[in-house]
């Protein structure tokens, strides 16, 4: 089998190393140099949006799949299976259709307007009385998003982030936690199972609009677990994702889910699946773009955290690891990029413990140690 990857980042060398471990070759489309995934995939460097460079390459693979929602998989030559699904990129990869998807299955989501002018934006804020805009295409990791409770914050983000079709405007949540639900599905169903696993849930912490450290068993009460696996493969079966795909939950007051947003791939909060379950997303990623059985999602250890390696400095990367090794029970994984830069992902820490403050403590005194 030769599984393609659109993308050459760090998604797509943990998802090649694990493919790998399967025997499975790989074939990276990146539009420019990247080192993450060099060592382990065939990588051809190229316009991807050139039909002349995607065709050719496409038609090598068995399937393709992306490491992110924004790669052009609806250009892949019909006939090439493209996992998650052409369909369900174009949906989630424009936060507005994203909405409007769940909306129509009657998934619970915050409430939120899709603003076309700048006056309606304005009457979402006074509707709403806090709100959070988002750039329809093309956020992450807290770039794209704004937080207004002011008029002039709506004019502000307005300006900054809105396209032509205008952008989102959510009802701010005053949520009591942030989780994470990772589902891998296949296309098919046979006679060993079925077509979906879910990952148990991921309890989560941001700094600065990103992720700062997830960690596992989430420490909530079963009913709100039980509900948030549910939201999470009910969301994966309404967008029709094939493969894996992590959705991003809000815990209100009383315990209510509420679906903040969908990642059509392996996604950071689920990184501590390499070491701390059975199957890691990554290997499920491969089987399930493959239509193969899927493994067991389930942790193997009393508990984890995985803490993020961000880059603190511009220049060139040449790591000390030593200090970091040191630490009982934690797991460096770094990216292969040779350039670093202030806040951008080098890499992670995962600690596994008996508990998850254990894990923490070791995860996030790792991730302090590593130097880059």
């Not at 790989?26 to 993450?36: D, E, H, M, N």
């Not at 190229?46 to 039909?51: H, K, L, P, R």
């Not at 006679?191 to 991921?202: L, S, T």
């Not at 392996?266 to 379950?277: C, E, K, R, V, W």
Request: aromatic share 6%; with cysteine; charged share 20%.
């Amino acid at each position: 089998m030769v599984l393609g990857i659109l993308g050459g980042g760090q998604l797509g060398r943990m998802t090649a190393f694990a493919a790998a471990r399967l025997g499975v070759d790989v074939r990276v489309l990146a539009p420019s140099a990247s080192g993450p995934t060099a060592p382990l995939a065939h990588v051809t460097v190229g316009d991807w949006e050139d039909a002349s460079v995607l065709g050719p390459w496409a038609e090598a693979c068995d399937v393709v799949t992306v490491e992110s929602e924004w790669a052009p998989a609806d250009r892949v030559p019909a006939g090439v299976p493209v996992r998650p699904g052409v369909e369900a990129l174009v949906a989630i990869r424009h936060k507005g259709r994203q909405r409007a998807r769940l909306a129509e299955h009657g998934l619970p989501q915050p409430a939120h307007v899709w603003a076309a002018t700048r006056g309606e934006a304005l009457a979402a804020l006074e509707r709403f009385g806090a709100v959070v805009c988002k750039r329809f295409e093309g956020s992450y990791d807290g770039y794209g998003n704004a937080t207004c409770r002011t008029e002039a914050d709506v004019q502000a983000a307005w300006d900054d982030l809105s396209a032509e079709d205008g952008l989102l405007v959510e009802a701010f949540v005053p949520f009591e936690a942030e989780a994470a639900v990772t589902v891998a599905r296949r296309p098919t169903v046979d006679g060993r199972g079925g077509a979906a696993v879910v990952y148990p849930v991921v309890r989560s912490e941001h700094r600065d609009h990103r992720l700062w450290a997830a960690w596992a068993p989430a420490g909530f009460p079963e009913s709100v677990e039980a509900e948030a696996r549910r939201v999470a493969l009910a969301t994966v079966e309404a967008l029709d994702v094939v493969g894996v795909a992590t959705v991003e939950v809000f815990v209100a007051e009383g315990g209510a889910v509420l679906v903040n947003e969908v990642a059509p791939r392996p996604h950071n909060t689920a990184h501590l699946t390499i070491d701390a379950s059975h199957t890691s997303q990554f290997e499920n990623h491969v089987r399930a773009v493959l239509d193969w059985p899927l493994g067991d999602p389930g942790l193997r250890v009393p508990a984890a955290c995985v803490v993020n390696v961000l880059g603190e400095r511009e220049g060139g990367v040449a790591p000390g690891l030593s200090d970091a090794l040191a630490v009982d029970g934690a797991s460096v994984h770094l990216y292969g990029k040779t350039e670093v830069r202030p806040a951008r992902k080098m890499g992670h820490v995962t600690a596994t413990a008996p508990t998850v403050e254990a894990a923490r403590e070791r995860a996030e005194a790792a991730a302090e140690a590593v130097r880059l």
